[in-house]
T-cell receptor, first 109, second 116 residues
Framework: KNEVEQSPQNLTAQEGEFITINCSYS?????LHWLQQHPGGGIVSLFM???GKKKHGRLIATINIQEKHSSLHITAPHPRDSAVYIC???????????FGTGTLLAVQP | DTAVSQTPKYLVTQMGNDKSIKCEQN?????MYWYKQDSKKFLKIMFS???????INETVPNRFSPKSPDKAHLNLHINSLELGDSAVYFC???????????????FGPGTRLTVL
């Protein structure tokens, strides 16, 4: 079983529909990261958080350390938000990332 | 100005060949990483260097040899390429290597390696 699990694996949403992607992890972590991988392949870091909540534009990330769970919300998604969203954690002594399997989001106009 | 760059972007080669992928970052970071993304799009750490010193070597065949001539460069050399090495290889960098200083990682554009 992977140390980082994401759900759903695939998500289709209508433009403007509030969406949530979930991430659960089974190890002690120092931080949790949300990454975005566009169809072109590039990977961009969206958030790094170790507690509470962060917001950037229409994206909100929350983490519950006690429950070992994080959520990524996109309010009013656009078709250009269509991408793979990847949850990753840093655990242990180093900053190496341990990745979830990703969630493929397709936003339809 | 590209923060983390990789060359080449695409690499197609025959089984048994030796090839290298180069990575450079201009962010002034001390730590660099190689990650492999397999055919199912799953990402996994391969190596990490901090200031030219190897600090992470995950269970990777010794046909893979990273080299860091300086802290801005991390290259990956692969000997005797096999079909299973086909993947996308991402370089990344961060300021720090210890989890006590958790830090955002910046990724290169990836190198798609196809072994025929």
């Amino acid at each position: 079983k992977n140390e980082v699990e994401q759900s759903p694996q695939n998500l289709t949403a209508q433009e403007g529909e509030f969406i949530t992607i979930n991430c659960s992890y089974s190890v002690g972590i120092s931080a949790l990261h949300w990454l975005q991988q566009h169809p072109g392949g590039g990977i961009v870091s969206l958030f790094m958080l170790s507690s509470g909540k962060k917001k950037h534009g229409r994206l909100i990330a929350t983490i519950n350390i006690q429950e070992k769970h994080s959520s990524l919300h996109i309010t009013a998604p656009h078709p250009r938000d269509s991408a793979v969203y990847i949850c990753a954690v840093t655990a242990g002594a180093t900053n190496k990332l341990i990745f979830g399997t990703g969630t493929l989001l397709a936003v339809q106009p | 100005d590209t923060a983390v760059s990789q060359t080449p972007k695409y690499l197609v080669t025959q089984m048994g060949n030796d090839k290298s992928i180069k990575c450079e970052q201009n962010l002034g970071h001390d730590t660099m990483y190689w990650y492999k993304q397999d055919s199912k799009k799953f990402l996994k750490i391969m190596f990490s260097y901090n200031n030219k010193e190897l600090i992470i070597n995950e269970t990777v065949p010794n046909r893979f040899s990273p080299k860091s001539p300086d802290k801005a460069h991390l290259n990956l050399h692969i000997n005797s390429l096999e079909l299973g090495d086909s993947a996308v290889y991402f370089c990344a960098s961060s300021r720090y290597w210890t989890s006590g200083d958790s830090d955002t990682q910046y990724f290169g554009p990836g190198t798609r390696l196809t072994v025929l």
